[in-house]
C-alpha cells in the first residue's frame, strides 16, 4: 500500500499501512460527523482518511516564523517653497541645512514677493520707454504731394531735380504729349521711330490682342484705321475703341470714352453710354493699370531699314536720369587703344546725368560726360553744372 501524505497547520503527517490499521480499531470512539443531506456521489478512485493521529508517527517540521518588515520611516516633511529649510539635530548628530529654490508664481502679491531685490542701473542697463499716441478729434485729411514738396522747400531737404526737359512725344492715338496716368492712358511704348502710342491706347483697341508673354499684336492694323475714324467726344481722328452692342457704330479715344463715361468689363469689351446697363455691373473694370510686362511687338529689320532710308536725324535717347547725346565714332587707327574686354570709347561720346551733388548732401546737379583724344589716348571729361557755383572739369585717362 501507499503511504499517504495530509498536511494540516504547516505539519506533514505521513500515515502508513500500520498505522490505518491501528486507526481503524480505534474508530468506534470517535463520534462520527453529521452526514450532509446532499448526495454523495461515489468517487473514482476510493481513499480512506482518518483524523485520528498517533503521536509516535507523526513528524512534526519545525514551522517558518514569519518575518516582521522593518517598520515604515516616517514621511519627510518639505519646508515651504519660500523659506529656507532646517533640520534641528542634536548634539550627537550631524547638522544638515537644505535650501531650496524659490518657485516662480504666476501672479506675485505686494506682500509675497520671492524674488530677491536687485541692484538697477539705470541710465547704464535699462531705461524706461513711454508710448503716447495721440490720437485727434473728427477726421483726418492726409497730406496732399504739393503739401509735402512745399512743406520740404520750406526744410530745404527737398530731393526734387531741376525740371528735366519737357517731353515732346505725342500718342498716335489720342494726340497726347508725354507719358499718362497709371490709371489711365499709361505710359508710352514705341512703335517705330518717333512713333509713340499709350500703352491702354493700344491695347483698349478694337483689333488688337495680348499674348501671354505680354506682346501687343495688330497695332499697326489699329493705327490705320483710326486715322480714318472720328471719336464722337472730341470729334478727333484717331478712334479706335468701339461699342461692342451689335449694329452700334460709336468710337471713342480711350480718354474720350473714359471722359464719356463709357462702361468697360473684364473680358476687354466697352459699351458706350447709350449701351451701358443701368447701376453697378458685376464684370465692370474701373482700374486700368498696367504693372505686368507689355510691349509692341514688330519687325526689328524693317525698322532698321527705315532709319537707315530716312536718314540722320536728332533723336534723343534716355534711360532714367542718363541722356545721350552723341554715340561718337572711331576710326580703324584708333581701334587698338580705344576699347577694352568689357567696353568701347568712341571719341566725341556726349551724355548727361542727374545726380548727388559734390557740395550738398540733399541737392542734385548734372553731369556732363563726354570721351576726347590726347596723344592717341582716350581722355574721360567730367563737368559739373550747379547753380550757384562755377563749372567743374574733371579730367582722367580711366572711366573710373
Not at 512534526?60 to 529656507?84: D, G, H, N, R, W
Not at 542634536?90 to 516662480?104: A, C, I, Y
Request: with cysteine; net charge positive.
Amino acid at each position: 500500500m501507499k503511504d499517504l501524505v495530509f498536511c494540516s497547520n504547516n505539519c506533514f503527517v505521513l500515515y502508513s499501512a500500520a498505522v490505518q490499521a491501528k486507526n481503524s480499531e480505534n474508530k468506534e470512539l470517535v463520534p462520527t460527523l453529521p452526514q450532509s443531506p446532499m448526495k454523495e456521489r461515489p468517487p473514482k478512485a476510493f481513499h480512506q482518511y482518518s483524523n485520528n493521529i498517533s503521536t509516535l508517527d507523526v513528524h512534526c517540521l519545525p514551522q517558518l516564523q514569519e518575518k516582521v518588515s522593518p517598520p515604515s520611516s516616517p514621511p519627510i516633511m518639505f519646508p515651504p517653497a519660500f523659506e529656507a529649510a532646517k533640520v534641528e539635530a542634536k548634539p550627537d548628530e550631524l547638522k544638515v541645512t537644505v535650501k531650496l529654490k524659490p518657485r516662480l508664481k504666476a501672479i506675485h502679491s505686494s506682500l509675497e514677493d520671492c524674488r530677491p531685490p536687485s541692484k538697477k542701473w539705470k541710465g547704464m542697463k535699462w531705461k524706461k520707454w513711454s508710448i503716447q499716441i495721440v490720437i485727434p478729434k473728427g477726421s483726418f485729411k492726409p497730406p496732399c504731394e504739393e503739401e509735402i514738396d512745399e512743406f520740404l522747400k520750406k526744410l530745404g531737404t527737398t530731393l526734387k531735380p531741376d525740371p528735366v526737359p519737357k517731353d515732346y512725344r505725342k500718342c498716335c492715338f489720342c494726340h497726347e504729349e508725354g507719358d499718362g496716368l497709371t490709371d489711365g492712358p499709361a505710359r508710352l511704348l514705341n512703335l517705330d521711330l518717333d512713333l509713340w502710342v499709350h500703352l491702354n491706347c493700344a491695347l483698349w483697341s478694337t483689333e488688337v490682342y495680348e499674348t501671354q508673354a505680354g506682346a501687343l499684336i495688330n497695332v499697326e492694323l489699329a493705327l490705320r484705321r483710326g486715322l480714318q475714324m472720328k471719336c464722337m467726344f472730341c470729334h478727333k481722328m484717331g478712334a479706335t475703341s468701339g461699342c461692342h452692342r451689335l449694329r452700334c457704330t460709336n468710337i471713342y479715344h480711350f480718354t474720350c470714352a473714359i471722359k464719356a463715361q463709357c462702361m468697360f468689363f473684364k473680358d476687354k469689351t466697352m459699351l458706350c453710354p447709350m449701351h451701358k446697363p443701368k447701376g453697378t455691373h458685376e464684370q465692370e473694370l474701373s482700374y486700368f493699370a498696367v504693372f505686368r510686362r507689355v510691349y509692341v511687338q514688330r519687325d526689328e529689320v524693317r525698322q532698321i531699314a527705315s532709319i537707315v532710308q530716312r536718314g540722320e536725324r536728332d533723336h534723343t535717347f534716355r534711360v532714367g536720369s542718363l541722356i545721350f547725346h552723341a554715340v561718337g565714332q572711331l576710326l580703324p587707327q584708333q581701334m587698338q587703344a580705344f576699347h577694352s574686354s568689357k567696353a568701347l570709347f568712341p571719341v566725341g561720346y556726349e551724355a548727361s546725368r542727374l545726380y548727388w551733388s559734390m557740395r550738398y548732401a540733399n541737392r542734385r546737379c548734372r553731369y556732363l560726360c563726354s570721351i576726347e583724344e590726347k596723344d592717341g589716348l582716350p581722355l574721360f571729361v567730367i563737368k559739373v553744372v550747379e547753380q550757384g557755383h562755377e563749372d567743374l572739369v574733371l579730367t582722367d585717362t580711366t572711366p573710373k
